[in-house]
């Protein structure tokens, strides 16, 4: 167990429609970082949040975006879902921005149908 | 089980024999290399770290190698065991603190 939570485990919905994905960092993390997983692709990075902050984007689409809370989690949100965004979305922490080992939660596996 | 990718490298050992994965990275500015390991339907898990400024770094049963020179890195796991077999993918933080992945390479454990 890495310490980091994510809800929901699973999460099936329709396209056109919009979801939100949860991640608590491990305790005493700032920094939180999302990926998504597909098939095709490979892990890709998509945005990282330190301290309430966004420090960098990857590649993630305009229909995508996250926030962190003063209380650290943080939320990931997709809208107007097409079936191509179905995949594993992961969330790590990591104590600081720089170079520093990432750990991931379980992840959030969406099926877009 | 979940799958994290369809054409991934596979590399078939017996139990009790070491396994060396290797990766190949692309931007000879990354300065910090980690390997994780992902079983089916769980998230990555880390295994070890190397910096740059090193070229092996040891754990518990495994041992990360860096050749600068030639831009590879390499996993050996000493006596794999069946709880091993899983998919495991270099990672390269050239940015300050943005991961990029390898493709992931399947290590199966035949008992």
């Known amino acids: 167990d890495s310490g980091v939570t994510q809800t929901p485990k699973h999460l099936i919905t329709a396209t056109g429609q919009r979801v939100t994905l949860r991640c608590s960092p491990r305790?005493?993390?700032?920094?939180v970082y999302w990926y998504q997983q597909s098939l095709d692709q490979g892990l890709q990075f998509l945005i990282q949040?330190?301290?309430?902050?966004?420090?960098a984007k990857g590649n993630i689409l305009e229909r995508f975006s996250a926030q962190q809370f003063p209380d650290l989690h943080s939320e990931l949100n997709l809208s107007s879902l097409e079936l191509g965004d179905s995949a594993l979305y992961f969330c790590?922490?990591?104590?600081?921005?720089?170079?520093?080992?990432?750990?991931f939660g379980p992840g959030t596996r969406l099926t877009v149908l | 089980g979940e799958s994290v990718g369809l054409h991934l490298p596979t590399l078939s050992v017996q139990e009790g024999d070491n396994s060396i994965i290797n990766c190949a990275y692309s931007?000879?500015?990354?300065?910090?290399f980690i390997w994780y390991k992902q079983e089916s339907g769980k998230g990555p898990q880390f295994i070890i770290d190397?910096?740059?400024?090193?070229d092996k770094r040891q754990g518990q049963r495994v041992t990360v190698l860096l050749n600068k020179t030639v831009k590879h890195l390499s996993l050996q796991i000493a006596a794999t065991q069946p709880g091993d077999s899983a998919v495991y993918f270099c990672?390269?933080?050239?940015?300050?603190?943005?991961?990029?992945f390898g493709g992931g390479t399947r290590l199966m454990v035949k008992p």
């Open positions: 190397i910096r740059s400024n090193m």
């Open positions: 931007n000879s500015a990354s300065d910090y």
């Open positions: 990672a390269e933080n050239n940015a300050g603190n943005m991961l990029t």
């Open positions: 790590a922490s990591s104590p600081m921005t720089d170079a520093d080992t990432q750990y």
């Open positions: 305790s005493g993390d700032l920094s």
């Open positions: 949040y330190y301290n309430g902050e966004e420090r």
